[in-house]
């Protein structure tokens, strides 16, 4: 059996549909398991051994237009050389579709188009006509992770349900991770921060940052900052270890994923905005405490027995309930240094 899984979003979301692969791959140990994600997305999946390839999609605002069509031509002529049995579009979007359809795979299988989508362009007529519809569920109303899986086992019998998010057992290297001064054994109670998003949406001040930190370092034998690939959240991470100097480590660069994961596999506690950070948190077995702006924390919420998230001034837990979806009046500034630090002591209090 050859599979094609097309899901061309956000890092995150391309860890996020890993549960249903090993599902798949439990169930078909011979199938061939292609992912096809966006570029930038790749190297989070090498945690996600059931993969047998992964093709990368070119970034919406990478690259011209002429450049961007060029490579998508040539990964759609590599796609169509693998002759699939089944490709599944996780996205819900019409680039994704788009790209099953060209993949001239023998079936074709996509969540079901809701009235309005329906009308938002002629061309859905298409997808009607050219994927197996999955009923049943309210994609915008559980988990990614459930989701993905969902949509899989409608047509693979899974036969079970969705398992967590795991990501494979990583070495931490100093040098690799760019923490040089660093032992290469790791304090068990060590805290691990990752505090930018490129989205202003997600944001929480840099003032709140450093008023947390001011109050709960010291709990901590020692304090690793993760950011990401721009110029002002690498100098706010360096501006954070000010702190304290000789508890809090900054990377000199973006850490690898496979390297972040080393950090957070067995940490204490991880805390952070919405990012694939947090996700890879999750996957690496990590407590988390997420500070929650407008999105769903019932779709990309933390899903760990473990986890908290302190959304619009409140502490919950998984499963969470409607007031928890999507709310563009909700922001991450409603989020109080107080309310952060709370949830923390709530988390180490219950690991003892």
């Known amino acids: 059996m050859r599979l094609l899984f097309i899901k061309p979003k956000l890092i995150?979301?391309?860890?996020?549909?890993?549960?249903?692969?090993?599902?798949?791959r439990a169930k078909y140990p011979a199938a061939t398991i292609h992912v096809v994600c966006r570029s930038g997305s790749a190297e989070i999946l090498d945690g996600c051994s059931e993969i047998d390839r992964v093709f990368a999609t070119a970034a919406p605002s990478?690259?011209?237009?002429?450049?961007?069509?060029?490579?998508?031509?040539?990964?759609?002529?590599?796609?169509?050389?693998?002759?699939?049995?089944?490709?599944?579009?996780?996205?819900?979007?019409?680039?994704?579709?788009?790209?099953?359809?060209?993949?001239?795979?023998?079936?074709?299988?996509?969540?079901?188009?809701?009235?309005?989508?329906?009308?938002?362009?002629?061309?859905?007529?298409?997808?009607?006509?050219?994927?197996r519809q999955v009923e049943g569920i309210t994609h915008q109303?559980?988990?990614?992770?459930?989701?993905?899986?969902?949509?899989?086992?409608?047509?693979?019998?899974?036969?079970?349900q969705p398992a967590s998010l795991s990501y494979r057992p990583c070495v931490f290297d100093p040098i690799r991770a760019g923490l040089a001064e660093v032992e290469p054994v790791l304090p068990a109670n060590r805290l691990v921060i990752h505090g930018g998003t490129r989205l202003p949406s997600k944001a929480w001040p840099d003032a709140r940052w450093v008023a947390l930190l001011e109050a709960v370092a010291d709990r901590f034998d020692a304090v690793f900052l993760s950011f990401g690939p721009s110029k002002r959240e690498e100098d706010f991470a360096h501006r954070l270890t000010l702190v304290r100097p000789t508890k809090i480590f900054c990377p000199s660069f973006t850490l690898p994923w496979h390297q972040l994961a080393s950090l957070l596999q067995g940490a204490k506690l991880f805390v952070g905005v919405d990012t694939a950070a947090m996700h890879l948190a999750v996957a690496c077995g990590c407590p988390v405490v997420a500070i929650w702006g407008p999105s769903s924390a019932i779709r990309w919420g933390p899903c760990g027995p473990r986890d908290r998230v302190v959304i619009g001034g409140k502490i919950v837990s998984p499963p969470f309930s409607n007031s928890c979806g999507y709310s563009p009046d909700r922001q991450t500034t409603e989020n109080s240094v107080e309310d952060v630090i709370l949830a923390i002591q709530l988390l180490l209090s219950e690991q003892g």
Request: aromatic residues 10%; positive net charge.
């Open 12 to 24: 995150g979301d391309a860890l996020l549909m890993s549960p249903a692969l090993r599902a798949a």
């Open 62 to 131: 990478s690259d011209g237009r002429e450049r961007r069509l060029a490579a998508e031509l040539a990964l759609i002529r590599e796609l169509r050389r693998e002759f699939y049995d089944w490709a599944f579009e996780l996205s819900d979007t019409d680039r994704g579709r788009f790209l099953a359809l060209a993949a001239r795979a023998n079936g074709r299988v996509m969540h079901s188009l809701t009235q309005d989508r329906r009308k938002r362009a002629l061309f859905h007529c298409i997808w009607q006509l050219s994927f």
């Open 141 to 160: 109303a559980v988990h990614s992770t459930y989701a993905d899986w969902f949509l899989v086992n409608q047509v693979l019998d899974l036969g079970q």
